[in-house]
């Protein structure tokens, strides 16, 4: 037990209303109790670690490069959802395992479980006792795809005294933007190991004009395909009421809506807010729903808004009409679908932004998305604009993912005594 150890149990403890609710599993894991990895022979391991859903998807891009590199590639993740996540896109390719809680002791279980050469953390992650163990183990440890929002820079800058020696222990961080680089320098990161890379959510976003599976859903939920639908993908709370409630109000007359909750334990809550809405829960198994039934559905699963988007006429990105900071606009755009966000867009700043220059998103507020929504619907030429500016936006900023992966690539094989040095 260290100093910093001294400091968790007690914030954990103050914190317990807040956590404690939420059903968790694999506590064992989070104290670094996990299966030890096979022998990783001559070949180098480099651990991925990402904290839930939305940084797995974020690697899609980065693993295969670094496997066809030679690289043994460990995946980890923080929650139950991300763990999943995980296992869907790299189980068959990758060891997946949890990430441990930043305890000393729960760090070096996981570490000697583990036997990483190098590690790299989306986004951030940056926890000191994980960060000083790898340091003391030799294994260099960096950041890709780097973000630190305005409102996290916030709370860091408070605590920086305590957390500057871990920014400064990064071999490298690569960062998404500009901006997230003077935060990253202003936290401690040595500038000249400070490089903006973009983000590989850009590579992510598949320019696709199908998605299996897409028809199936479609005919499970009964929504007429002669009908236009609007898809609420990530949808979340607003003061007072809720996207779903907001959305099915500005629904034009005639127009079929489906909503798909960014978190599982608002399915109940928005159901509510779609009266008489076909529950995807609720026909999985079961036969298809006839066409007509309802007008209004819910997405009350996990894995299947990808195959919604691609049944759409127009796509509104959740989470940003309200207090909360926006989701991922690009899945439903690479799928040509004309997009709307909100005004609370703050986690992804720089791609809307990007997608606004390039006329590949509109945005609209409570008040305005009704009128907007219809716009879109009835002016076939705007619609086939915005989805056509958001594809273009989509190709031009490409890229991010190979130069990402030829940083970790590099940084694995400077590790004295193993090869193979193919993987640069």
């Given at each position: 037990m260290n100093l910093k150890d001294l400091v968790y149990i007690p914030l954990a403890l103050l914190t317990l209303p807040k956590w404690g609710g939420k059903k968790r599993e694999g506590w064992g894991e989070r104290f670094g109790k996990i299966d030890a990895l096979p022998p990783k022979g001559e070949r180098r391991r480099v651990l991925l670690h990402a904290v839930s859903v939305g940084e797995v998807s974020a690697l899609r891009t980065i693993v295969p490069i670094l496997i066809e590199r030679g690289l043994d590639v460990v995946v980890s993740a923080t929650t139950d959802t991300g763990l999943r996540r995980a296992k869907e896109l790299f189980g068959a390719t990758c060891h997946v395992r949890r990430y441990p809680l930043d305890l000393s002791w729960a760090v070096e279980r996981f570490l000697d479980a583990v036997q990483p050469d190098a590690v790299a953390l989306v986004e951030l992650e940056l926890w000191p006792n994980f960060v000083q163990a790898c340091v003391k183990r030799g294994v260099s440890v960096c950041v890709i795809n780097g973000r630190l929002s305005a409102r996290s820079f916030r709370g860091y800058r408070k605590i920086r005294p305590l957390l500057k020696s871990t920014f400064a222990s990064l071999a490298f961080a690569a960062v998404q933007d500009e901006e997230y680089r003077e935060r990253f320098v202003a936290m401690g990161v040595p500038i000249e190991k400070c490089v903006v890379a973009g983000s590989v959510k850009w590579d992510n976003a598949t320019i696709v004009d199908e998605v299996p599976g897409a028809a199936e859903l479609a005919r499970s939920l009964g929504i007429d395909r002669t009908k236009p639908l609007i898809v609420a993908g990530s949808t979340g709370p607003i003061p007072g009421s809720c996207e779903e409630a907001m959305l099915h109000a500005a629904c034009p007359s005639g127009v079929q809506l489906l909503c798909a909750p960014r978190k599982p334990e608002r399915f109940d809550e928005a159901a509510a807010a779609l009266p008489?809405?076909?529950?995807?829960?609720?026909?999985?198994?079961?036969?298809?729903?006839?066409?007509?039934?309802?007008?209004?559905?819910?997405?009350?699963?996990?894995?299947?808004?990808?195959?919604?988007?691609?049944?759409?006429?127009?796509?509104?990105?959740?989470?940003?009409?309200?207090?909360?900071?926006?989701?991922?606009?690009?899945?439903?755009?690479?799928?040509?679908?004309?997009?709307?966000?909100?005004?609370?867009?703050?986690?992804?700043?720089?791609?809307?932004?990007?997608?606004?220059?390039?006329?590949?998103?509109?945005?609209?507020?409570?008040?305005?998305?009704?009128?907007?929504?219809?716009?879109?619907?009835?002016?076939?030429?705007?619609?086939?604009?915005?989805?056509?500016?958001?594809?273009?936006?989509?190709?031009?900023?490409?890229?991010?993912?190979?130069?990402?992966?030829?940083?970790?690539a590099e940084l694995v094989i400077r590790v004295p005594g193993r090869g193979p040095q193919s993987a640069v």
């Open positions: 008489g809405c076909v529950r995807r829960s609720k026909t999985k198994g079961a036969q298809p729903t006839p066409s007509g039934t309802s007008d209004r559905f819910l997405l009350d699963s996990i894995g299947e808004l990808r195959q919604a988007y691609s049944l759409a006429d127009v796509v509104v990105v959740g989470r940003s009409f309200g207090y909360l900071y926006g989701s991922d606009p690009l899945e439903p755009i690479g799928l040509g679908k004309p997009t709307v966000i909100g005004p609370a867009v703050s986690d992804f700043a720089t791609i809307v932004a990007a997608l606004e220059s390039d006329r590949g998103i509109v945005r609209a507020t409570p008040h305005t998305i009704a009128p907007l929504v219809s716009q879109i619907l009835g002016n076939k030429a705007f619609a086939t604009d915005l989805a056509s500016g958001g594809r273009r936006s989509i190709r031009r900023h490409q890229g991010a993912s190979q130069r990402q992966a030829q940083l970790v």
